[in-house]
């Protein structure tokens, strides 16, 4: 019954025959991510384990490289995140795991490589912003009104549908509660990973209705007194906070005010403002986090899992010094104590080593640059606003994930975004008279 999970894929490659990939981007792939659990896979002989995105991606990545790439324009991105993926293949290879490493290196092109290549090729430069965003908004309102039933601790409702054609599979994902309520998490596996998809998806929506005026009265309910965007961005922002999980509630934080700079009509007087707030609140939180974790009987279920995060990092820091070029691989030893590596950057400095965590901060370095670059020299205010989203997004995705590994939707969102920024790319235009001047007269 697993089988189902080839299902996206004959889609996509049915409806590459007659729509362009753009198009299979926003109606076949996006519906497959952002309303299709990603827990579940299909593993059969020598193949790698495949799950409902890497099926729905493989198909669209193969178009992307036949049909799309003489639009193309290389960068120093596209390097580091080669490296990136190629480290992790590297170290299973070199703990003697051949297999691993090749079915790492397919999860790597389905999962990193191919979204950062549709956000890069499928989306800016076929005009199709708008209507992109349109339909990330609109998918994951409805993947959340369905993940409402969680509040009560009940049963995942995607759980339940697609559990059935996966008995094979443990409950690897069981309710979680917190505070008497049911953690919202939908098809996004935990409430940490939904809470960032969620932070993308509300920013997003906030800019789309802004700027495109998305989202007129419904009119099959006429009677509802606000526009679209804004049940969509309540919904998602109220989503988000169901799902309990103060590390992207902290992101939103630093997120929220980057993302507002490009409304203001004095880029620079805001950018000063957001930065100098986003300075403040972080140092506030590091202190305040300092002393929250350093109470030796925590009183709180919230307090416990600080401490626990802080002693996690105190404990493998000495293992991440010391796992060389390539690190240690994903099978290292884990600590008993320890169910999970809760912290992307811990956890690539000890499985990928130095290489895989030094290809991370130049990715994130050089994408952040290319996000300030769009915001500032880009001549068209939309565009502006929407560099500085897309920033205030991917900085708060960056203080969220040292709280919590990075993976499924979130992690496709992450590089989606790192090869949308990649499309956004302008150049300063300098004064050429000078030159002009200095050469004909």
Same mark, same amino acid.
């Given at each position: 019954?697993?089988?189902?999970?080839?299902?996206?894929?004959?889609?996509?490659?049915?409806?590459?025959?007659?729509?362009?990939?753009?198009?299979?981007?926003?109606?076949? =792939?996006?519906?497959?991510?952002?309303?299709?659990?990603?827990?579940?896979?299909?593993?059969?002989?020598?193949?790698?384990?495949?799950?409902?995105?890497?099926?729905?991606?493989?198909?669209?990545?193969?178009?992307?490289?036949?049909?799309?790439?003489?639009?193309?324009?290389?960068?120093?991105?596209?390097?580091?995140?080669?490296?990136?993926?190629?480290?992790?293949?590297?170290?299973?290879?070199?703990?003697?795991? &051949?297999?691993?490493?090749?079915?790492?290196?397919?999860?790597?092109?389905?999962?990193?490589?191919?979204?950062?290549?549709?956000?890069?090729?499928?989306?800016?430069?076929?005009?199709?912003?708008?209507?992109?965003?349109?339909?990330?908004?609109?998918?994951?309102?409805?993947?959340?009104?369905?993940?409402?039933?969680?509040?009560?601790?009940?049963?995942?409702?995607?759980?339940?549908?697609?559990?059935?054609?996966?008995?094979?599979?443990?409950?690897?994902?069981?309710?979680?509660?917190?505070?008497?309520?049911?953690?919202? &998490?939908?098809?996004?596996?935990?409430?940490?990973?939904?809470?960032?998809?969620?932070?993308?998806?509300?920013?997003?929506?906030?800019?789309?209705?802004?700027?495109?005026?998305?989202?007129?009265?419904?009119?099959?309910?006429?009677?509802?007194?606000?526009?679209?965007?804004?049940?969509?961005?309540?919904?998602?922002?109220?989503?988000?906070?169901?799902?309990?999980?103060?590390?992207?509630?902290?992101?939103?934080?630093?997120?929220?005010?980057?993302?507002?700079?490009?409304?203001?009509?004095?880029?620079?007087?805001?950018?000063?403002?957001?930065?100098?707030?986003?300075?403040?609140?972080?140092?506030?939180?590091?202190?305040?986090?300092?002393?929250?974790?350093?109470?030796?009987?925590?009183?709180?279920?919230?307090?416990?899992?600080?401490?626990?995060?802080?002693?996690?990092?105190?404990?493998?820091?000495?293992?991440?010094?010391?796992?060389?070029?390539?690190?240690?691989?994903?099978?290292?030893?884990?600590?008993?104590?320890?169910?999970?590596?809760?912290?992307?950057?811990?956890?690539?400095?000890?499985?990928?080593?130095?290489?895989?965590?030094?290809?991370?901060?130049?990715?994130?370095?050089?994408? =952040?640059?290319?996000?300030?670059?769009?915001?500032?020299?880009?001549?068209?205010?939309?565009?502006?606003?929407?560099?500085? &989203?897309?920033?205030?997004?991917?900085?708060?995705?960056?203080?969220?994930?040292?709280?919590?590994?990075?993976?499924?939707?979130?992690?496709?969102?992450?590089?989606?975004?790192?090869?949308?920024?990649?499309?956004?790319?302008?150049?300063?235009?300098?004064?050429?008279?000078?030159?002009?001047?200095?050469?004909?007269?």
């Amino acid at each position: 019954m697993s089988i189902i999970i080839l299902i996206p894929a004959l889609l996509c490659a049915t409806a590459l025959y007659f729509w362009t990939p753009a198009r299979v981007l926003r109606d076949v =792939v996006l519906p497959c991510l952002l309303l299709l659990p990603l827990y579940y896979d299909w593993k059969v002989a020598l193949l790698p384990p495949l799950d409902f995105a890497e099926t729905a991606l493989l198909p669209l990545g193969i178009a992307m490289l036949l049909r799309c790439m003489r639009r193309w324009r290389y960068t120093w991105t596209d390097l580091w995140l080669v490296l990136f993926v190629l480290s992790n293949a590297v170290a299973l290879k070199l703990q003697g795991d &051949t297999t691993s490493s090749i079915f790492a290196l397919f999860l790597g092109v389905t999962k990193i490589i191919f979204p950062y290549m549709a956000g890069k090729l499928l989306i800016e430069q076929v005009d199709a912003r708008a209507a992109t965003l349109g339909r990330i908004a609109t998918l994951m309102a409805a993947a959340m009104v369905v993940g409402l039933f969680e509040l009560k601790g009940l049963k995942n409702p995607f759980h339940l549908v697609f559990y059935p054609f996966f008995k094979a599979h443990e409950d690897v994902w069981p309710p979680q509660v917190r505070n008497g309520l049911g953690r919202i &998490t939908g098809p996004y596996a935990d409430a940490e990973l939904a809470g960032i998809v969620l932070m993308f998806g509300f920013l997003l929506t906030l800019y789309l209705a802004r700027t495109y005026n998305w989202g007129p009265r419904f009119s099959s309910a006429t009677a509802l007194y606000f526009r679209k965007s804004t049940y969509v961005s309540a919904l998602l922002l109220i989503a988000l906070f169901l799902t309990q999980s103060r590390g992207p509630e902290l992101g939103l934080i630093f997120a929220v005010p980057i993302a507002l700079v490009g409304r203001s009509r004095d880029t620079l007087k805001a950018s000063l403002i957001a930065f100098a707030l986003v300075f403040v609140v972080g140092g506030a939180a590091y202190v305040t986090l300092s002393h929250y974790v350093s109470t030796n009987a925590p009183t709180s279920d919230q307090q416990e899992t600080a401490a626990y995060r802080a002693v996690m990092i105190q404990d493998y820091l000495p293992m991440a010094e010391h796992s060389g070029l390539w690190g240690l691989g994903p099978r290292f030893h884990v600590i008993g104590k320890y169910a999970s590596i809760d912290n992307e950057y811990l956890l690539v400095a000890l499985t990928q080593g130095y290489i895989g965590f030094a290809s991370l901060l130049l990715l994130i370095g050089s994408t =952040v640059w290319t996000m300030l670059t769009a915001a500032i020299y880009n001549p068209e205010r939309p565009d502006r606003a929407f560099a500085f &989203t897309l920033l205030g997004i991917f900085v708060g995705t960056l203080v969220t994930i040292a709280t919590v590994y990075l993976d499924y939707q979130a992690l496709i969102f992450f590089f989606l975004m790192m090869g949308w920024a990649q499309a956004l790319r302008v150049y300063p235009v300098r004064d050429s008279r000078p030159v002009f001047q200095q050469v004909y007269t």
